[in-house]
């Protein structure tokens, strides 16, 4: 809108609309505008999108699950050789289930982008059921 300028001649009385001359045709619209085939064609989209995400999630957080094991396995052993339970092996079997229960939950809640996904998902299904299309 900076290159465009009102020298006065210009009176707009209501809604302006000024289209950028871009014909790709993908414009935003809502999933109620929609017809039953956009729909279904969209929504196993949204669902790949929430299953990448999770897979993104888990590779991110598997350095941290390897870390956990290896911990508690190390306190185990620990404590096998000496023969007693002291308490380092119990700080190192507790900060190990610690971050092994962290790492698990940040794997299991979903993030801003798979509540989205998911929210998208429950409206499509939705509206397809208020249609009487599934």
Known sequence: MRDFTNGGDIHVNGDM???????NGNQYRRY???DNETLRLERPYRQEN??????RKLKRLSPFFAISVILFMGAATWATIRGQAN???LLIGAAS???GWK????????NALQREERAA?????KILRQRRAE
């Open 50 to 55: 929430d299953r990448l995400e999770q897979g």
């Open 87 to 89: 308490l380092e092996t």
């Open 121 to 125: 998902v429950a409206e499509i299904n």
């Open 103 to 110: 790492a698990l939950e940040l794997a299991l809640t979903p």
């Open 97 to 99: 289930v610690l971050l």
């Open 32 to 34: 109620t505008e929609c």
């Open 17 to 23: 609309n000024v289209g950028d001359g871009n014909s």
